[in-house]
């Protein structure tokens, strides 16, 4: 277990100047499709983050992580607020910031597990100290998942709209923003009320 953790810990040094060729939910995806004999087609561009509109870099931030400038790898308001909204069957995102998810999408997929938490939380400082704000968020733009097949920004953005990720406006940022909690199950088109919430979100942070 100490050999893996500390694989995970230098292949985040890596990240630092080594794109991810490939990610634990990439592997993950694949392997279900070959289980469940399904077609699968996997599009997964890497570009930089100045690549990517401000517009889109706004709008995941607003959506997925509202502090994510202020804390250092776990929110614990956000959690806060996420359990309350569990306990009111209300909730509209969780409490995970975007350096958890991004430590989950390269090493642990989607699966659900003590263990798997309790190394999560113990390379989330490992990232934030070793990446910084930046580099977090530019490997979460562009390994995340985004639809069947979809991964990062750059396919999203041509997927979905025809364009570039540099080119996004607020709504088509707001829209892809929205769909993330349940990439496989949600459509933008379709995120009408929510995008809205995401577009007052960023426009209070002064977006």
């Known amino acids: 277990m100490a050999s893996l953790w500390l694989l995970a810990a230098l292949t985040l040094v890596a990240a630092k100047w080594i794109d991810p060729p490939t990610t634990a939910v990439h592997m993950e995806r694949r392997v279900e499709a070959w289980i ?6 996997e599009r997964y561009t890497f570009v930089p983050l100045s690549r990517i509109s401000p517009n ?6 607003a959506a997925e992580d509202g502090r994510f400038y202020q804390h250092h790898g776990f929110d614990w308001q956000a959690m806060e607020l996420a359990a309350e909204e569990d306990e009111k069957g209300g909730r509209i995102r969780g409490g995970s910031t975007l350096t958890q998810q991004l430590v989950k999408n390269l090493f642990f997929g989607t699966e659900r597990s003590v263990l798997r938490k309790g190394a999560e939380a113990s390379l989330v400082p490992v990232a934030e100290f070793v990446l910084g704000k ?5 490997l ?29 406006d607020r709504d088509q940022a707001a829209r892809l ?3 993330l909690p349940r990439p496989l199950k949600r459509r933008p088109a379709r995120m009408d009320h929510y995008s809205e919430i995401i577009l007052e979100r960023m426009q209070q942070m002064g977006w």
């Open 134 to 138: 930046r580099r977090i968020l530019e």
């Open 36 to 41: 469940h004999h399904k077609p699968y087609h």
């Open 56 to 61: 889109l870099q706004h709008a995941v931030i």
């Open 177 to 179: 923003a929205a769909i």
């Open 140 to 168: 979460y733009l562009n390994v995340v998942e985004w639809g069947p097949g979809v991964y990062g920004a750059e396919v999203a953005s041509r997927a979905y709209y025809g364009t570039d990720a540099r080119n996004l």
